[in-house]
């Protein structure tokens, strides 16, 4: 063997290298990066969030071969319909979520289905990967039957990629631990062979929930409704107030009368906005219907 073979790294040893070094991140280009993703999906990044926005978006630096936070940004700012925003907003969201999360509001959820007559309908505003607006639908399936017209949830995010999974209905057998073993069986397909562990959505639950790219930000909205309720749980956090507020102003004429808005753990709508009461824990209704 050679000694010039012996001593010189083996090339993919110099590419990890390469691919592990870490790019400058300057002061000016995270501000940069914080007024665009506020600007696009009215996210604020506060500065402790820095080495979070360096960790994602430098994958999409070497996914694009660009080692350079500057070059990146200037790539995104010279073309405003460029796909890359996209991939910017994906990447720089945060879609925590699992099934039934916030387990209190599914009983309430039901009994609100159970009393209103009709099909009964629901907006999950800030859908992520379909947890939430599954946990929805086996919910109203329980309560109300699962044939067609019964409910229907209308479930919208701002990343796509997150979408692409929801709509899939494919998990992980172990993200289904909050189900009883009746709700697996109803309304999951186990994988078999190499798909063992895995688990999908039955169709029958599926067809009850469309999924549609929305930013909450946008001037309009294109969704169906009005709702019997709505779901904006875990987003507003990302908001200053001032767009939460508008937020709420534009979920008003979206709800039914006596419709109900089902907010996160740590958020609270009635400081923030006259138009909603809290009637529950972290479940509002319209001012104006209060009695
Ligand atoms: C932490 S997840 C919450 C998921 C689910 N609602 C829950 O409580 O488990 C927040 C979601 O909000 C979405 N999001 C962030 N900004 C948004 C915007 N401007 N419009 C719509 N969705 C947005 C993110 O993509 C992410 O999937």
Redesign the pocket.
Known sequence: MKKSTLLAPPESTTLLAQMVQRLPLSDTHFRRISQLIYQR???VLADHKREMVYNRLVRRLRTLNIDDFGRYLALLENDANSAEWQAF??AL??????FF??AHHFPILADHARQRGGSYSVW??????G??PYSIAMTLAETLGAGPGKFSVHA????TQ?LEKAASGVYRQEELRTLSQAQMQRFFLRGTGPHAGMVRVRPELANAVTFAR?????HEWTQPGPFDAI?????M???DKETQEKILRRFVPLLKPGGLLFA?HSENFSQISKEFYLRGQTVYGLTKERS
């Open positions: 999906a009215g996210i907003i994906n969201t945060t879609n925590l979520t699992a999360r916030e999950s505003t800030a859908a992520s990967t947890e939430e919208s995010d701002i990343d997150v929305l930013n909450l930000l946008a779901f904006c749980r875990n987003v956090i990302y908001f996160g």
